[in-house]
């Protein structure tokens, strides 16, 4: 059975009920499809001790306060998730959960949209699958020899599981740090980074960031020289775990190793050490699979954009990929924005097309 709607909303995490919000405002008929089968997007698959680097109020989705946690200047993930949850209820947001979208194909008039329940014909789509689901590893001599146990960000819980055992923690940004600092202490670890740490100064968080992208955007749209962007500040936000992790002494960078071996890694001096496991905290790829048939996609994975309209399919939009989507776009805070700027545009085609 096919069903029709004005816009199809791809992925039900924080973008998806962001764009849901300001759909909603325009009084636009919408769908929110989402694979999850609970609220919280990929807040609800997180390490457990992860927390925001942002404080509640600067952590908030349009127009809906994210409350403090009591007890905690920086929200939990599970803070994060309850406030997700309890933002859709309230809204009375169309979340159909537990729907996987497989493709969507160009349609005459429509983007239609297959799912494993289903298709749906839209006037417009809005991707909000971010990049949770699309972990990278990078290609390292030797990874088939290593006998030991291989995880991703994604899929690291706890400290607990890892007493005791020898862990290499592969990655230089925030996830490799934290993670680092959780497992300092418990494990016998080596942190390994590309380029040695640059830690961002210990009073940046959250709302410095999101206030430095957002004048980058600004200087770029107005033609005026690139500050750098968040990058240009450093790449680990110095929360207090990383923090105090870091100013124990228990923080100390070795420099990435060139091949694996099946009890460990080796560098190219001669050095090795040994492993039980290895967390890859190298990154993620944008979900954006479904949309193979329309052909848009050019370097690294990316599809051109304008703010977060697709350059080649003008009914199409991207949301919370990060800066190339708008910038920030991929935090809480940031995400309004874009959010509201592609349902603006979706309701000018409609308009336009109903003319």
């Known amino acids: 059975m096919t069903q029709r709607t004005d816009v199809a909303v791809i992925g039900g995490g924080q973008s998806g009920l962001a764009a ?4 909603r405002r325009l009084g636009l008929e919408f769908v929110i499809l989402d694979a999850q089968t609970a609220p919280g997007g990929a807040w609800q698959h997180t390490w457990d001790s992860l927390h925001l680097f942002s404080p509640a109020a600067y952590s908030s989705l349009p127009g809906r306060l994210m409350p403090l946690q009591e007890g905690e200047v920086y929200p939990d993930a599970g803070h994060v998730v ?58 390292v001599p ?23 055992q020898r862990v290499i923690v592969v990655g230089g940004g925030n996830s490799g740090a ?3 600092a959780d497992l300092a202490g418990a494990a016998e670890l080596t942190w390994v980074t590309q380029r040695p740490p640059r830690y961002l100064a210990d009073d940046i968080d959250g709302r410095a960031l999101f206030d430095h992208a957002t004048a980058r955007r600004r200087a770029l749209d107005e033609g005026r020289t690139d500050t ?40 190219a001096d001669g050095k090795t050490a040994h492993a039980d496991a290895i967390i890859w905290c190298t990154g993620f790829r944008p979900a954006l699979a479904h949309f193979a048939s329309l052909r848009l ?44 700027d592609a349902a603006r545009e979706i309701a000018v085609l409609l308009a336009d097309a109903a003319a």
């Open 20 to 23: 849901g919000y300001h759909l």
């Open 82 to 139: 309850s406030y997700l949850a309890d933002y859709e209820k309230r809204y009375e947001l169309p979340v159909q959960r537990g729907v996987w979208v497989d493709a969507v194909h160009r349609d005459g008039p429509f983007l239609r949209v297959e799912t494993d329940n289903g298709a749906w014909q839209a006037r417009a789509v809005i991707s909000a699958t971010g990049t949770w689901t699309r972990p990278f590893l990078p290609a």
């Open 142 to 164: 030797g990874r088939r020899e290593f006998a030991g146990r291989r995880l991703h960000t994604v899929q690291y819980r706890s400290p607990a599981e890892f007493a005791g």
């Open 178 to 180: 934290q993670i680092a």
């Open 228 to 267: 750098g962007g968040v990058a240009s500040l450093g790449d680990i936000v110095a929360v207090p775990p990383v923090r105090a992790a870091r100013d124990a002494g228990l923080l100390t960078a070795a420099p990435m190793f060139s091949r694996l071996t099946e009890d460990g890694v080796a560098w």
């Open 297 to 340: 996609r050019g370097a690294r994975g990316h599809i051109a954009t304008e703010g977060t309209r697709a350059v080649d399919e003008p009914r199409l939009h991207l949301l919370g990929y990060g800066d190339w989507t708008g910038p920030a776009s991929a935090t809480l805070i940031g995400v309004g924005r874009p959010a509201r």
